[in-house]
């Protein structure tokens, strides 16, 4: 397997301070773009490759209330390994998870495959709550979309995979900093899964998670 990642930040300053390297952000849009190539050595001489565009942008409202934004696209051509497919960024294991900003809290993991895939994913948050110094909370909204499709039938048929080609829909609410330490931060979530792919039963479709902040 051979590739490159790119990521252009325009505006984006380098801050050199003894042995480290701080990026003191901007307030464009920043981009990555991903291209892989692999290669199966085999009867056939089989290859595969694989690209992906992500684009953020974060919004600034009075200093208090923060508006964030992730799109990603990606397609994967070839014939190519079943573990190389988009799974779907699901990421629930257990009762309570740990929230990963810009991944799926009600998927569980390898739920779905894509070769072709978009995502969409949003978060609001609002003002803080002085209440006291280790107590600062701030409501947080996340909503997430996802869509793609699997186009290899032999990979369907032999590993029985579910696809999104009807999209995937949730929605999250977050309660930051309940408690603050000296280096982290604590909350807790909620997620719902809607849509094509919820559950019959209304209690299967919600996810629970721990929301850590690191203050360095």
């Known amino acids: 397997e051979t590739g490159i990642n790119l990521k252009y930040a325009y505006g984006d300053k380098i801050i050199r301070a003894l042995d480290h390297i701080y990026y003191e952000g901007t307030h464009y849009p920043v981009i990555w773009f991903s291209y892989?190539?692999?290669?199966?050595?085999?009867?056939?001489?089989?290859?595969?490759?694989?690209?992906?565009?992500?684009?953020?942008?974060?919004?600034?409202?009075?200093?208090?209330?923060?508006?964030?934004?992730?799109?990603?696209?990606?397609?994967?051509?070839?014939?190519?390994?079943?573990?190389?497919?988009?799974?779907?960024?699901?990421?629930?294991?257990?009762?309570?998870?740990?929230?990963?900003?810009?991944?799926?809290?009600?998927?569980?993991?390898?739920?779905?495959?894509?070769?072709?895939?978009?995502?969409?994913?949003?978060?609001?948050?609002?003002?803080?709550?002085?209440?006291?110094?280790?107590?600062?909370?701030?409501l947080r909204l996340d909503y997430n979309f996802e869509i793609g499709s699997l186009s290899n039938p032999a990979l369907q048929t032999q590993y029985n995979l579910q696809s999104l080609n009807h999209g995937y829909h949730e929605a999250g609410v977050l309660v930051e900093n309940l408690w603050n330490g000296k280096w982290s931060s604590s909350g807790f979530g909620v997620y719902y899964r809607m849509g094509n792919y919820a559950y019959p039963t209304p209690i299967q479709n919600f996810a629970f998670t721990f929301v850590s902040t690191f203050n360095f």
């Open 36 to 138: 892989k190539r692999g290669f199966i050595y085999d009867n056939a001489g089989q290859n595969f490759e694989k690209l992906q565009l992500r684009i953020q942008k974060a919004f600034y409202w009075n200093n208090t209330w923060q508006t964030n934004v992730e799109i990603l696209a990606g397609k994967l051509t070839g014939n190519y390994p079943v573990f190389y497919t988009f799974n779907g960024k699901g990421i629930k294991t257990f009762a309570v998870d740990f929230q990963i900003n810009n991944s799926f809290q009600t998927i569980h993991q390898y739920e779905f495959f894509a070769d072709q895939i978009a995502s969409f994913h949003f978060s609001q948050t609002f003002a803080k709550w002085q209440l006291s110094k280790q107590c600062t909370p701030r």
